[in-house]
């Protein structure tokens, strides 16, 4: 595609206490290797560090940057403003912690026209920046740790049900409504799934690639996860079908592993060999996640795999049905 034909791009982020990362976040999509036109949002929703003052800074450093508010703080209402106030034909989610590689935006457009899919991603390649960091960022490229979800682990270019982020055509967006602002987690998801009822296709490429900075403690990931597992048993009971057996494996996991304890300390310690075994194959699952890191970094991805598994699985059981009911209610009533 000739370089006077690249179609202006909008990259929409949303922020909320993103001091630590967003300028640098920032810079990675300023410098990208893209001829086209490109601008800027940043919705910011109520941060309690120096986000507002980041982000005020770059609007007046450069033009392409603009913020706009998002008091509510969830990211579909922040994703949703951003694409309002934005302007051009192709609009690429970021997060504010996120770095996009230097041709993400080229490849992305090239890979829209080559596939006249609706939005493209690829992989989440998560980075550590201490041993604990590292640990959940190996934890999160592996197949023991995610499954086989292509985002997180590589593959093949190809028809998927849903990517990291996101570079979609504009017209999508606007026809399908935008994020259901009703999902506070899964809205990637559940857009994506949306996306394919409507026939529309999703493309996921190895070629992209947006480097992810992982929560910094046991606490944070261990919320994150069970945020994820909530909000994805929402979707599963909002769009009936759209569940597999690879999001019912960590919710199996925590019955069992649950079941076991009980069953060890009640009535015969042969119970105690469920949570013994998969102890034992997180450990030894660990062992290749974390080849080629420091031996730091290696002895906490068991606890990193953990933290995910059992977050994920209580937060999926858990997930209250009022919830799902009032999610639908309200897009009915839209």
């Known amino acids: 595609m000739p370089d006077q034909q690249l179609p202006a791009v909008s990259v929409i982020m949303p922020v909320l206490n ?11 999509i300023l410098e990208q290797e893209y001829a086209g036109e490109l601008e800027v949002v940043i919705a910011l929703g109520p941060s309690t560090d120096r986000t507002d003052e980041i982000a005020a800074e770059l609007v007046a450093e450069d033009s392409r940057v603009h913020t706009v508010p998002n008091p509510t703080g ?28 230097p041709d993400y935006i080229a ?58 982020l996101g570079v979609f055509r504009r017209e999508v967006l606007e026809r399908l409504g935008g994020y259901n602002e009703e999902f506070i987690r899964a809205q990637d998801w559940e857009l994506n799934f949306r996306i394919r009822e409507a026939g529309g296709l999703i493309w996921f490429s ?32 909002y769009h009936q079908g759209s569940i597999n057996l690879r999001y019912l494996a960590a919710p199996a996991a925590v019955c069992a592993i649950a079941a076991g304890v009980v069953v060890g300390a009640t009535v015969s310690p042969w119970g105690l060999v469920v949570p013994a075994g998969y102890l034992a194959a997180i450990t030894a699952g660990s062992v290749p996640a974390g080849k080629g890191l420091p031996a730091g970094a290696r002895l906490r991805i068991p606890v990193a795999l953990a933290t995910m598994h059992m977050s994920w699985g209580y937060g999926f059981l858990t997930s209250p049905r009022s919830l799902a009911k009032k999610v639908i209610a309200s897009r009915r009533t839209a």
């Open 206 to 237: 190895p070629e992209l690639k947006v480097s992810y900075r992982p929560r910094p403690n046991v606490r944070a990931l261990a919320k994150q996860y069970k945020n994820y597992g909530r909000w994805r048993h929402v979707v599963a009971r």
């Open 107 to 164: 490849t992305a457009v090239r890979l829209l026209d080559e596939t006249g899919a609706q939005n493209v991603g690829g992989i989440m390649h998560a980075e550590g920046e201490n041993d604990w960091e590292r640990a959940v960022a190996a934890a999160m490229t592996s197949r023991i740790g995610v499954g086989n979800a292509a985002f997180h682990t590589g593959g093949q270019a190809g028809p998927a049900e849903t990517v990291y």
């Open 18 to 28: 993103e001091e630590r990362h967003l300028r640098t976040s920032v810079r990675h």
């Open 74 to 101: 969830r990211t579909p209402a922040a994703l949703n403003a951003a694409i309002k106030a934005s302007r051009h034909p192709i609009v690429v989610r970021v997060d504010g912690h996120g770095m996009l590689s």
